[in-house]
C-alpha cells in the first residue's frame, strides 16, 4: 500500500522560504507524477503543481516565479519550496501520487500539513 | 485558466437520497475531470475519474457523468459516511482547477 507523508516547519516568517518534503513508501517514484495541492484554512483545494520522476515539472502560473519541486528518486522523496511567502500561503499542503494517465487524478494522498505564515 | 463552478454550494440530504451534484467549466474539457470527496480534517479521496470512471474501492452509489462543460456526480442511496464535501477538478490543461466544493450535510 503506498503511503505519503508531509514534514516540514509548521510555521515561517513571512519573506521566508516554505520547505517541505513528502516521503513515499510502499511503492516507486518510478513512472508516476507527484503533485502538491493546498487548502487554506477554510477554503477550497488550489492545485500548486507536480513533478514527473524523470524531473519535468509544471506549476501554477499564480505561484510559479515563486515555487520549485523537486524530486530524490533515490530517498523515495519529492519537495516544495515556496519563496518568498506571504500570509496567504498559510494552508494545510498535500503531497500526491499521478498516474501516468491522460486523466492525472490524485490516487493517493499524504494527510496534509498546516503551514502557517506569520511572524 | 479554466473556472469550475460546482452546485449546489451546500446541501442538507436524508440518507437513502439520491443526490446530484454539478459541475460546469467555463470552456470545453472533454471528459478530463475528477471528482474526490473531503471529510473535515482528512486529505481529498479521489471517487471518480475521467468524468465517469469509478476509482477502485469506491462504492457503486457513486457514479460520474458528462462531457464538455457540463458534469455531475450522484449519490445513489445516500449513507450516513457520505457526508463531506466534493471537489470537481479540471485536468484538461494547466493550472488544474478545483471547483469550489459542495458540503453535503446529512439530515
Known amino acids: 500500500q503506498v503511503q505519503l507523508q508531509e514534514s516540514g516547519p509548521g510555521l515561517v516568517n513571512p519573506s521566508e522560504t516554505l520547505s517541505l518534503t513528502c516521503t513515499v513508501s510502499g511503492g516507486s517514484m518510478n513512472n508516476y507524477y507527484w503533485s502538491w495541492v493546498r487548502q487554506p484554512p477554510g477554503k477550497g483545494l488550489e492545485w500548486i503543481g507536480y513533478?514527473?520522476?524523470?524531473?519535468?515539472?509544471n506549476s501554477n502560473p499564480s505561484l510559479k516565479s515563486r515555487v520549485t519541486i523537486s524530486l530524490d528518486t533515490s530517498k523515495n522523496q519529492f519537495s516544495l519550496k515556496l519563496t518568498p511567502v506571504i500570509a496567504a500561503d498559510t494552508a494545510v499542503y498535500y503531497c500526491?501520487?499521478?498516474?501516468?494517465?491522460?486523466?492525472?487524478?490524485?490516487?493517493?494522498w499524504g494527510r496534509g500539513i498546516l503551514v502557517t505564515v506569520s511572524s | 485558466d479554466i473556472q469550475m463552478t460546482q452546485s449546489p454550494s451546500s446541501q442538507s440530504t436524508s440518507v437513502g437520497d439520491r443526490v446530484t451534484i454539478t459541475c460546469r467549466a467555463s470552456q470545453d474539457i472533454n471528459k478530463f475531470l475528477n471528482w474526490y470527496q473531503q471529510k473535515p480534517g482528512k486529505a481529498p479521496r479521489l471517487l471518480i475519474y475521467?468524468?465517469?470512471s469509478l476509482q477502485s474501492g469506491v462504492p457503486s452509489r457513486f457514479s460520474g457523468s458528462g462531457s464538455g462543460t457540463d458534469f455531475a456526480l450522484t449519490i445513489s442511496g445516500l449513507q450516513r459516511e457520505d457526508f463531506g464535501t466534493y471537489y470537481c477538478q479540471q485536468v484538461y490543461s494547466t493550472p488544474f482547477t478545483f471547483g469550489q466544493g459542495t458540503k453535503l450535510d446529512i439530515k
Open positions: 500526491g501520487r499521478v498516474p501516468p494517465v491522460y486523466y492525472k487524478p490524485v490516487d493517493y
Open positions: 513533478i514527473y520522476y524523470n524531473g519535468d515539472t
Open positions: 475521467a468524468a465517469s
